[in-house]
């Protein structure tokens, strides 16, 4: 099995929980809103929406918003995490292949690099003709997704962090001709050692704007980070924002 089809379970909840702090994921909620220019009560699809960490507090703040996951293990955690506090979202276990909305919302999100999954191309164009297709005339889309150019630069070296009482060896690699990234993860619980792999497609801007204006929807905007940060070869994401004509 791909390694999107199986990495979304509990263990990714307790291993990826943690990287984000809920002060990020406030400064996120803002920019989503001032990049897209979201008037109130705008109908959002969360596009691989994961445990609803953007959808919910967006869903608070009064936008009407679908999530989208392909996994049931953190679509569970979102329905929990949304009765818990109240707000009111609707949630839908799909493949982000086939986005089953045709005209239906002012805007789609695809945040924390959930694109570039497939490795048929293919099959990442699939992704945002599903989304040109879901959105309504007008209406506009954001992607957040690590800079190629960016990530070309560093140093793929060895590293560790720590979840809770684990503590997590990580190992990353590019591959500058497949444009491809990845990391192997390993942590020692219960005994034994258990291993985590993920790899995405990583993209120039020309390459993400040449894939979007294919798809149909006109580029609007690209910014470097969620608090009107510039962006330029330096910048380690691309928050991208294109409209449907």
């Known amino acids: 099995m791909a390694w999107w089809e199986t990495l979304f379970d509990d263990r990714y909840l307790r291993l990826f929980?943690?990287?984000?702090?809920?002060?990020?994921?406030?400064?996120?909620?803002?920019?989503?809103?001032?990049?897209?220019?979201?008037?109130?009560?705008?109908?959002i699809l969360d596009l691989a929406c994961g445990y609803g960490r953007i959808a919910i507090p967006l869903a608070r703040r009064g936008f009407a918003v679908t999530g989208?996951?392909?996994?049931?293990?953190?679509?569970?955690?979102?329905?929990?995490?949304?009765?818990?506090?109240?707000?009111?979202?609707?949630?839908?276990?799909?493949?982000?292949?086939?986005?089953?909305?045709?005209?239906?919302?002012?805007?789609?999100?695809?945040?924390?690099?959930?694109?570039?999954?497939?490795?048929?191309?293919?099959?990442?164009?699939?992704?945002?003709?599903?989304?040109?297709r879901a959105l309504k005339p007008g209406g506009r889309f954001l992607i957040d997704v690590v800079n190629r150019d960016w990530r070309a630069r560093q140093d793929l070296e060895r590293h560790w962090f720590e979840a809770g009482d684990l503590v997590v060896l990580v190992d990353p690699w590019f591959d500058p001709v497949a444009g491809r990234a990845g990391e192997t993860w390993r942590w020692l619980e219960g005994g034994q050692w258990q291993t985590m792999e993920f790899d995405v497609r990583l993209y120039t801007a020309t390459e993400l704007r040449h894939l979007i204006e294919?798809?149909?929807?006109?580029?609007?905007?690209?910014?470097?980070?969620?608090?009107?940060?510039?962006?330029?070869?330096?910048?380690?994401?691309?928050?991208?924002v294109a409209e449907k004509p």
């Open 17 to 43: 929980g943690p990287l984000t702090s809920p002060e990020a994921t406030q400064q996120q909620v803002d920019g989503i809103i001032a990049y897209l220019r979201l008037e109130p009560g705008a109908s």
């Open 68 to 132: 989208l996951d392909l996994s049931e293990t953190l679509l569970g955690q979102a329905r929990a995490a949304a009765s818990k506090t109240g707000a009111q979202a609707t949630w839908h276990r799909g493949d982000m292949r086939h986005i089953p909305w045709t005209k239906a919302f002012d805007a789609v999100i695809n945040i924390f690099s959930s694109f570039g999954y497939f490795s048929d191309e293919a099959e990442n164009r699939k992704v945002l003709e599903g989304v040109a």
């Open 214 to 240: 294919a798809a149909g929807l006109r580029w609007l905007a690209v910014h470097g980070g969620w608090v009107e940060e510039p962006f330029d070869p330096h910048a380690r994401r691309i928050i991208a």
